[in-house]
């Protein structure tokens, strides 16, 4: 089954600064990868996805790269700001073959703490 | 318009019992996912429905089933629990006809005593 590596597990960022995080995942057949913000005690919310035709989407100052090629994809976050902080998941599912297919699979998370 | 909902909030429950979760799916929605979130990890899939079916499942024993209703709305049930079954459980519902975003409900935290 599909495997996806996430890294760092921890980041630290002074705000303003630029924050990346990057995944890698397994299955070459895995067409769509968003990612997740989790708030403690909050639902993960999706903050911006990515399919497997495109090689970049950006959203203000979140901005998602994918290389299939490598099977990597990573999350940018601009000019970093307090309310930024929080858990980021990325997820990777495999392509649909009938309608019904939805399983993501996630990496282990990223703790991400901007500092004043 | 309201999102994805569950209930309960949170939950106690001893060993060997039972225990069942409900969610509703955001409107318009018709594919609900389940996913076990142990504390500082990553949502793992449980199975999802669509059309009143069970259409994919992960690696969970059948201790975990599940249910969905015409409105759309399900449950997951667990049976035997065990206190490894202490997690978040959050159900994620995906839009009528579209075939990516799945928004996730807050979940519903169980713990296991």
């Known amino acids: 089954g599909e495997n996806v590596e996430q890294h760092p597990s921890t980041l630290s960022v002074q705000e303003g600064d630029s924050a990346v995080i990057k995944c890698t995942y397994s299955?070459?057949?895995?067409?769509?990868f968003p990612w997740y913000k989790q708030e403690l005690g909050k639902r993960p919310q999706l903050i911006i996805d990515?399919?497997?035709?495109?090689g970049e989407k950006k959203d203000q100052r979140i901005a998602v790269t994918l290389n299939k090629t490598a099977k990597h994809f990573s999350l940018h976050i601009t000019e970093t700001q307090p309310e930024d902080s929080a858990v980021y998941f990325c997820?990777?599912?495999?392509?649909?073959?009938?309608?019904?297919?939805?399983?993501?699979?996630f990496g282990t998370g990223t703790r991400l703490t901007i500092i004043p | 318009d309201a999102g994805v909902t569950q209930s309960p909030t949170h939950l106690i429950k001893t060993r060997g019992q039972q225990v069942t979760l409900r969610c509703s799916p955001k409107?318009?929605?018709?594919?609900v996912s389940w996913y076990q979130q142990a504390l500082g990890q990553g949502p793992q899939f449980i199975f999802q429905?669509?059309?009143?079916?069970?259409?994919q499942r992960g690696n969970f024993p059948d201790r975990f089933s599940g249910h969905q209703f015409p409105n759309y709305s399900s449950e997951l049930n667990v049976n035997a629990l065990l206190l490894g079954d202490s997690a978040l459980y959050l159900c994620?519902?995906?839009?009528?006809?579209?075939?990516?975003?799945?928004?996730f409900g807050p979940g519903t935290r169980l713990t296991v005593t």
């Open positions: 997820a990777a599912r495999l392509s649909i073959s009938n309608f019904g297919n939805e399983k993501l699979t």
């Open positions: 409107s318009g929605h018709d594919t």
């Open positions: 990515i399919r497997s035709n495109v």
């Open positions: 429905y669509y059309e009143e079916e069970e259409r």
């Open positions: 299955d070459s057949a895995s067409n769509y």
């Open positions: 994620a519902s995906r839009r009528r006809g579209q075939s990516y975003e799945q928004y």
